[in-house]
């Protein structure tokens, strides 16, 4: 009964963030003067963003790639790419799954561990390789657009304070989050994949930890960067401006991991990985940032129930 209360929860904060987003994306395409106006709220926006005094002091560190052309993609697209990365994957995990139980697969590999890991790799590969089509043969549009460059190594220390100085904001969220969670009555659910992990740990499978931190660390970080960072928050900060984009794109990214424990804690990763994505201008230190939370994370998971 609990699950399926989750479960409703998940599934309706999805429709309303998909009825926003229709309605929000859409918008973005409205008229250049719209757009014009929008932008020049950019810098006025980004302002509000770094107001902490530490914050200016790390932005200080950053060094940013030079811009380039705004995104010529429409919100419809990203809506579509949203919806397909939710599904996709997860459809390949019940053809996966469903062979592991005819017997078409012998491994001593656990089949839930195999099947996820399998189906974010073909799946999301999927559609992270259709963005890339569409950005860069379709528009004709450089992969900077979509953050796909490099930048200095220089930001390599800036990005790694930026995740020093959200460990605690974010540790204190997700607590205060629980509590909140089970006064209302809720039972606090870890994500299925952290449960997944914390179970392969007790079983001591090397090849199911294998597997499980390579769609952790690697496959994660790699399409979710470039959906949720490149493709969706990259045309939100080029019409909204900078602050609107980081929380919208980090309430969608929190929500379409489907548990309710962890929706605060995940938007505010989305919002430091979105800031470092912003401050440097190339999607791979956000990948770095998000691999290094999922890895640390899942060090410290394993410590803990290993011990």
């Known amino acids: 009964m609990q699950d399926a209360q989750l479960d409703n929860f998940a599934w309706l904060l999805l429709v309303l963030i998909a009825i926003v987003s229709l309605f929000g994306l859409r918008s973005l395409d409205s008229s250049r003067r719209a757009r014009r106006r929008a932008d020049s709220k950019a810098f006025a926006w980004s302002r509000v963003s770094i107001s902490s005094r530490k914050i200016q002091l790390l932005s200080t560190l950053f060094r940013t790639a030079p811009a380039c052309e705004a995104p010529r993609w429409t919100g419809i697209s990203v809506l579509l790419a949203l919806v397909a990365f939710l599904l996709f994957p997860g459809i390949i995990?019940?053809?996966?799954?469903?062979?592991?139980?005819?017997?078409?697969?012998?491994?001593?590999?656990?089949?839930?561990?195999?099947?996820?890991?399998?189906?974010?790799?073909?799946?999301?590969?999927?559609?992270?390789?259709?963005?890339?089509?569409?950005?860069?043969?379709?528009?004709?549009?450089?992969?900077?657009?979509?953050?796909?460059?490099?930048?200095?190594?220089?930001?390599?220390?800036p990005v790694v304070l930026v995740y020093v100085f959200f460990i605690v904001p974010l540790g204190l969220c997700a607590h205060l989050w629980t509590e909140l969670i089970e006064y209302l009555g809720y039972e606090s659910m870890p994500q299925e994949v952290v449960k997944m992990f914390g179970d392969a740990v007790a079983r001591g499978d090397p090849l199911e930890l294998s597997l499980l931190v390579f769609n952790a660390v690697i496959l994660a970080p790699l399409w979710e960067e470039l959906l949720y960072r490149g493709f969706f928050f990259g045309l939100l900060k080029s019409r909204w401006g900078?602050?609107?984009?980081?929380?919208?794109?980090?309430?969608?990214?929190?929500?379409?991991?489907?548990s309710l424990a962890a929706f605060l804690p995940l938007f505010v990763v989305g919002m430091a990985v979105g800031y470092v994505y912003y401050r440097t201008r190339s999607l791979y230190f956000a990948i770095f940032f998000h691999a290094l939370f999922n890895g640390l994370s899942m060090a410290v998971q394993f410590i803990l129930v290993g011990s």
């Open 242 to 258: 900078v602050f609107p984009a980081l929380l919208f794109s980090s309430a969608v990214f929190s929500c379409s991991h489907f």
């Open 93 to 157: 995990m019940g053809i996966l799954e469903e062979s592991w139980d005819t017997g078409l697969y012998s491994s001593e590999i656990q089949p839930r561990a195999s099947s996820v890991t399998g189906g974010y790799l073909l799946g999301g590969g999927l559609i992270a390789f259709l963005i890339w089509y569409f950005v860069v043969v379709g528009l004709r549009q450089s992969p900077a657009t979509l953050g796909l460059r490099g930048a200095s190594l220089t930001n390599l220390l």
